[in-house]
T-cell receptor, first 113, second 117 residues
Framework: RKEVEQDPGPFNVPEGATVAFNCTYSNSASQSFFWYRQDCRKEPKLLMSVYSSGNEDGRFTAQLNRASQYISLLIRDSKLSDSATYLCVVNSYSGGGADGLTFGKGTHLIIQP | GAVVSQHPSRVICKSGTSVKIECRSLDFQATTMFWYRQFPKQSLMLMATSNEGSKATYEQGVEKDKFLINHASLTLSTLTVTSAHPEDSSFYIC?????????????FGSGTRLTVV
């Protein structure tokens, strides 16, 4: 079972629509959760952290369900510039002290004019 | 905000040669640097974790003698791909954690696209 699973898409969405992505993670001991955005041939950039109570940043809303081990991202009023790959990222601190991030493969979003 | 400078951004090398990739944290101390590799349409895979002044910790399946990591100072970590082969062609990205910034403090370099011919 993969550690972090996402639907790769692509999601083709008209401009202005609302789109939602989900992600599941396998390690119940995971402690930190993030959504990153990666543009083609670029490094990932932090979009937002995901908190247990859910959090919102402008048009973006993130939710975490620890019981079901899934994370969601909602984008409202989508813009052409939202076209990118969205990476679900989990941090599971290991006993060895290594705390690198575990990335999903990403969900590819295409906003169409 | 925190910045990690990664060089080179793109390199093409002949099979059998070695390539060094540098990552520098510009305005913070990176006690830990993470090295990732990303193949086309795949997720970023953690290769190794390096801590300043000590040996790197490699993930399972990553050859430590092939991917040499040096983290000699709090602001510089290097990854050397030795005797590179075409299958090593990939996108290599470093990430440093700014511990002052807390759990959200992971900053990525801009990546190095390695092509081995």
């Amino acid at each position: 079972r993969k550690e972090v699973e996402q639907d790769p898409g692509p999601f083709n969405v008209p401009e202005g629509a609302t789109v939602a992505f989900n992600c599941t993670y396998s390690n119940s001991a995971s402690q930190s959760f993030f959504w990153y955005r990666q543009d083609c041939r670029k490094e990932p950039k932090l979009l937002m952290s995901v908190y247990s109570s859910g959090n919102e940043d402008g048009r973006f809303t993130a939710q975490l369900n620890r019981a079901s081990q899934y994370i969601s991202l909602l984008i409202r009023d989508s813009k052409l510039s939202d076209s990118a790959t969205y990476l679900c990222v989990v941090n599971s601190y290991s006993g060895g002290g290594a705390d690198g991030l575990t990335f999903g493969k990403g969900t590819h979003l295409i906003i169409q004019p | 905000g925190a910045v990690v400078s990664q060089h080179p951004s793109r390199v093409i090398c002949k099979s059998g040669t070695s390539v060094k990739i540098e990552c520098r944290s510009l305005d913070f101390q990176a006690t830990t640097m993470f090295w990732y590799r990303q193949f086309p349409k795949q997720s970023l895979m953690l290769m190794a974790t390096s801590n300043e002044g000590s040996k790197a910790t490699y993930e399972q399946g990553v050859e430590k003698d092939k991917f040499l990591i040096n983290h000699a100072s709090l602001t510089l970590s290097t990854l050397t791909v030795t005797s590179a082969h075409p299958e090593d062609s990939s996108f290599y990205i470093c990430s440093a954690r700014d511990r002052v910034a807390g759990a959200n403090g992971y900053t990525f370099g801009s990546g190095t696209r390695l092509t081995v011919v």
